[in-house]
DNA sequence: CAGTGGTCTAGACCACTGG
DNA sequence: CAGTGGTCTAGACCACTGG
């Protein structure tokens, strides 16, 4: 993988931001102190204001911004990752682990090619309290060198050494199973968030299918756009 | 407003793309039609790419994209917005429509100077079948100008002639109400999604704040994130 | 006013697709 | 192979900010 001028600037800009509210040196400053060109440095910050990192105001500067919701700038942020930013304690407890027939749907996704899947369910808790009933499917070949105490300590898509790219999800409302209203303290048949995931590699091919569950009331997903898409309509 | 170049390339793109698969001139030859740079050209290119119309591949080129829920690329789309990509007869209907008092977490959003405002409660139909029960809060001062008639053939936005900038939505899990469950057609206490969104002007100043609720089963959200981010991990 | 970001040009080199 | 998109350069003009 050859790297990227706009990509390094961009890495070196996001270690050297401290506080909030912080002005950057000017883009001719950036570009002289880089050897970069004006364009490159542009590059390399319009991809930090796209992760919700900095902005720009014309005739003043680049500046990091605060911290508020303003984080999910384009991006999509459940309350677990915020809990984990604002530092609670937040804890994942393996329920099972093992390799069993991939689900059609997941096989839909995965590949037909994919007939056996390591399957993880597990708990997460945040402050001790159940906050959501996660699964994980993954091909054979990537889990195959699992073993339930990795998954229990590091995220899987760490573990499994792929570099990844884009995800999908879908997000929509259900009522509680008996298994999860159990698991996660709500009554059976409350209303929950469910999600199915797709993470794909850097090549676009799907890697592994997640699906969570949320009690409602626990969690909101929290989804700022830099603009209106068409259906924003009101 | 100055014109920009490259929205305006944009635009004449998007006017004439037809077919999904269509393959655009090159950069070289759309720059040379426009009498553009190159740069220019793909800075159009890659302002579709982030409406997910189209997409490229290195040595290949610029095509129209299909229509699969990649649609949503960066984007977020709700089954109302490809229903009506997909021509399916789409209905709202006034439930009422009149200026009351803001209510407290209404205007916490559109600032406290903001007293009264003009709240217009829709049923939105699918195919003559209840959809989504939506309220919309517009500050006096864009509403006054607002009949009945006009919410009810045109989107809001569209109405109060302001510049829309970017929005915010959080998305989660309730139980019905029981004047949603007989508005939608559900069992009061069956889970819906619930949003509220805020719409923002151009300058970041919010404009309107509107809430959605869907039947669960009716509706999904589907995201399309183009990096996976940090919490996307497994 | 000097300095900033926003837009744009006309070039260049490279990795990659397809035949 | 010729042609494509991906990255990058070194310039330019303008609208805007702040003092």
């Known amino acids: 993988m050859r790297s990227l001028r706009y990509v390094e600037i961009a890495e070196e800009l ?7 509210g912080e002005l950057l040196p000017s883009e001719s400053e950036l570009a002289a102190a880089y050897g970069a060109s004006r364009v490159t440095v542009r590059r390399a910050l319009e ?3 796209a992760e919700g990192l900095v902005d720009s105001r014309q005739g003043y500067g680049w500046f990091v911004v ?4 303003r984080q999910a700038l384009g991006r999509l942020q459940t309350i677990e990752a915020s809990l984990e930013s604002r530092g609670v304690a937040s804890e994942r407890r393996v329920l099972d682990f093992g390799f069993v027939r991939a689900p059609k749907p997941v096989r ?13 369910r597990r708990l997460h808790l945040a402050d001790g309290r159940p906050f959501a009933r996660v699964t994980v499917w993954v091909p054979d070949a990537l889990g195959a060198g ?3 105490r990795d998954v229990e300590s590091s995220p899987i898509t760490e573990l499994i050494g792929v570099a990844l790219g884009g995800g999908r999800q879908t997000i929509g409302a ?9 698991l996660l303290g709500v009554p059976a048949g409350s209303p929950v968030l469910r999600c199915e995931r797709v993470t794909f590699d850097s090549a676009e091919s799907p890697v592994l299918v997640s699906e969570w569950v949320f009690p409602a009331g626990a969690t909101e997903f929290v989804v700022d756009l830099p ?7 009101t």
Do not use: F, I, K, Y
């Open 227 to 233: 603009v209106a898409p068409q259906d924003w309509r």
């Open 174 to 182: 259900a009522a509680a199973s008996v298994s999860d209203a159990g």
């Open 108 to 120: 839909s996704v995965l590949g037909n090619d994919v007939e056996s899947v390591l399957r993880v």
């Open 66 to 69: 605060g911290e508020p919701v």
């Open 14 to 20: 996001r270690r050297g931001m401290t506080r909030p």
């Open 47 to 49: 991809s930090l204001r």
């Open 146 to 148: 699992l073993s339930r």
